[in-house]
């Protein structure tokens, strides 16, 4: 009983910091106030870290690969990055700035003793990252739609929209609304699906206020490739997510018409951001020896960015060359 108490503790402190985080939290806090620091108070206390990390490298012996994978990742940005960091005379600041969201992309690690005995517990902490994305979605659509006060206000709504999370709504409210046609066409899955199809249209209308058109890409590539997988499965069974699809895309197509507009003309003006001479000033920025061509720059380091006409800045528009350049070839491969 006082293990399950706190295992409910953990997963109250969970949801609370994560909607704060959803509610006036922001993925790229220049300040941090009290949403930051109360989030990171509660995210300590439902992670666990010591816990958790004892679970998975003294307790557990049959060990998933991505719990390995994630477990050499972790050991190796505490260590090498930190190092190169120090070593590089990088700006404390900007190496904690690195350091947290790395820690963040390593959440799901700091529940596996949790998530690991019940799956009720994983699906929690999925919904959980769920509402997340849609609380940061709703921020951006909200004052567009009904002129509400937003939480979002005083925030650059790019930064809210251009989350992880956003995307990760929308796919998981589109993949929930085509399962359910694809596995019943009941009245009940119907109602279902259109729900999730019509809530999904908030994080996907966020993203087309910001013109984010790396994940609005991701999003179209994602629904072709489940379209193509359904049909080579089951081509009956893919005809009803198909034709909710294709009703879907004719009643929004006006909208969705200017969107693509919007889209053609941001590429037009600013091209793909660069992507290619980013790769090759962070190469450049690594060439210094083959140790931090294999190491990278520690946290914290900057290079010239061509994106920003040559100024000095600790991020790229790939998350790949952000980690090659600071965590070099090896911290690449581990991610």
Not at 45 to 54: D, E, G, I, K
Not at 184 to 212: D, E, H, K, N
């Amino acid at each position: 009983m006082t293990d399950k108490r706190d295992i409910y503790g953990r997963l109250v402190c969970l949801l609370l910091g994560m909607g704060i985080y959803g509610l006036w939290g922001t993925p790229t806090p220049d300040d941090p106030g009290w949403p930051e620091w109360l989030i990171g108070t509660l995210l300590v206390l439902a992670a666990r870290p010591w816990r958790a990390l004892s679970a998975l490298f003294f307790r557990e012996r049959r060990q998933r690969l991505w719990q390995s994978a994630s477990g050499l990742l972790f050991f190796y940005g505490l260590s090498v990055p930190m190092l190169m960091g120090f070593l590089g005379g990088n700006t404390p600041v900007l190496m904690m700035r690195d350091l947290l969201p790395f820690l963040f992309f390593l959440m799901p690690l700091f529940f596996i003793d949790v998530t690991g005995r019940n799956r009720r517990y994983a699906d929690f902490y999925l919904y959980a990252v769920l509402c997340v994305g849609f609380l940061l979605a709703a921020r951006v659509v909200a004052p567009v739609l009904v002129g509400a006060v937003s939480p979002a206000k005083g925030v650059d709504p790019f930064y809210l929209a251009n989350a992880p999370t956003v995307l990760f709504a929308a796919l998981f409210l589109l993949g929930g609304a085509g399962t359910r046609l694809y596995v019943s066409l009941r009245l009940g899955s119907i109602v279902q699906a259109s729900v999730f199809f019509a809530l999904a249209l908030v994080p996907l209308y966020a993203m087309i206020l910001v013109t984010q058109r790396a994940t609005l890409g991701l999003t179209a590539a994602a629904l072709l490739m489940w379209m193509v997988l359904a049909f080579l499965r089951a081509p009956r069974r893919a005809i009803a997510p198909a034709l909710f699809l294709a009703v879907g895309l004719v009643a929004l197509w006006p909208f969705l018409e200017e969107a693509l507009a919007a889209l053609m003309t941001k590429t037009a003006l600013v091209g793909f951001n660069m992507r290619i001479q980013e790769m090759v000033a962070v190469m450049d920025t690594l060439s210094d020896s083959p140790v931090t061509l294999l190491f990278g720059k520690g946290w914290g380091a900057t290079y010239s960015s061509p994106a920003v006409a040559d100024l000095t800045v600790n991020f790229t528009h790939s998350l790949l060359t952000t980690y090659w350049l600071k965590t070099g070839l090896v911290g690449l491969l581990l991610a």
